[in-house]
């Protein structure tokens, strides 16, 4: 091939050319600083990824980015510019949960006393997580705090399901999407500590082009106890009242309801646990995504006020074999909504290259189911089951 004849080819190709051999960095890859006598060509290619974009742009033929390609660029985007408020929103809130997960880790060890185990992990198609994983504490049996990045394509059915609630995304064969999650879940040692749930995510759809098409936010808190204290419940959704209203007073009400609704065991008639927030598809129709963004950053940071104190009263409170027996009764209920019910397991187990391990963290260590269990008429355990089958007002 002449030079001429490469020039035009270059000019011609529809995508960004990249390097012959592809980069692999590790998920959390900083700003590392490459010996210029190993890319002699560095600025050759940058002509060449130029003038193949100007093509493109001139004759009104858009650059297409796929997932990985996207990643590559969000990647590159981290390392060389950082992030700011200009920065587009899927940066901007990885890395507050980013922020996040260290600072709740940092207090849950202080509390138990041991280290979580730290695993990162990536996908081939872009993206990946931190698994911060805890078993066999001295608080905790089993805890886990977790961010996950995914870059991806969805499907012509999954697409068809999303329209439902958002219009604005496109009617395609497939369209590529981001989504980004901190979940977290904890299950003490003790049944007068109660579990406590935690997720809060962004997605996000692309153009061909990269650029952002549509867009949501979800998330939420709940408490699962074992026994029910009253002071507790209270306390816990106060905090989560009081972060709500700082925003929207309409917020509190409306996502404690959808949360009650939505932690159900419909097959038996009863919430998994005592509810706190839940809500899904947070979009323009809602608020602008700053506003939304804020919102979601005082709730995760409400997380630790709302369940430490908490912690600090029942950790070591004295219980019997009895009221253990009641805790893995009510763990093997928490399990049952999480495989059978959960829209957040059921997708992260759908999307190929999905980390499974990451994803049934969420279930506890040890659980039992006993035929036909009930508990004795006007007891504790009654109480709690009673207040399952009705959700209380709190606050």
């Not at 008429?377 to 089951?385: H, K, Y």
Request: hydrophobic content about 35%.
């Amino acid at each position: 091939m002449s030079r001429r004849q490469f020039g035009q080819f270059v000019l011609l190709r529809p995508q960004l050319p990249r390097a012959n051999r592809p980069l692999r960095r590790p998920f959390t890859a900083g700003a590392n600083k490459s010996n210029s006598s190993r890319w002699p060509s560095r600025a050759a290619i940058a002509a060449i990824s130029i003038s193949g974009l100007v093509y493109a742009m001139a004759s009104q033929k858009p650059v297409k980015f796929d997932a990985r390609s996207l990643a590559e660029l969000d990647e590159r985007t981290k390392r060389e510019k950082g992030i700011d408020e200009n920065s587009p929103m899927r940066l901007r809130m990885e890395q507050f949960i980013r922020e996040q997960q260290k600072a709740i880790v940092f207090e849950l060890e202080k509390l138990d006393g041991k280290s979580f185990r730290e695993d990162t992990w990536t996908r081939e198609k872009g993206g990946g997580g931190i698994s911060c994983v805890l078993q066999e504490g001295n608080v905790f049996e089993k805890a886990g705090v977790n961010i996950s990045v995914v870059y991806g394509t969805l499907p012509k059915p999954a697409i068809a399901k999303m329209r439902v609630n958002h219009k604005n995304l496109a009617e395609a064969d497939e369209v590529d999407f981001y989504a980004l999650g901190l979940s977290m879940v904890l299950h003490p040692h003790n049944p007068m500590a109660p579990t406590v749930h935690l997720n809060y995510r962004y997605f996000e759809t692309m153009q061909p082009d990269g650029t952002s098409q549509a867009w949501w936010f979800g998330g939420g808190s709940d408490l699962t106890p074992s026994y029910l204290f009253d002071e507790d419940a209270v306390h816990f959704h106060k905090t989560l009242k009081d972060t709500c209203d700082k925003h929207n007073k309409e917020y509190y009400p409306k996502f404690k309801k959808w949360c009650d609704e939505y932690f159900c065991n419909t097959h038996r008639g009863e919430s998994r646990g005592i509810g706190g927030i839940f809500f899904d598809d947070l979009d323009e129709s809602v608020a602008d995504a700053d506003n939304i963004f804020a919102f979601i950053q005082d709730c995760l940071k409400s997380f630790l006020p709302s369940y430490l104190p908490i912690m600090e009263r029942r950790k070591d409170m004295p219980f019997n074999a009895k009221e253990k027996e009641w805790q893995q009764v009510r763990r093997g209920r928490y399990v049952e909504f999480n495989l059978v019910h959960d829209r957040g397991t059921a997708f992260g187990l759908s999307v190929p290259g999905s980390r499974v391990e990451s994803i049934l963290m969420s279930l506890p260590l040890t659980a039992s189911w006993r035929y036909m269990y009930e508990p004795e008429p006007r007891s504790r355990e009654q109480r709690l089951v009673d207040v399952l089958k009705n959700p209380r007002e709190w606050v």
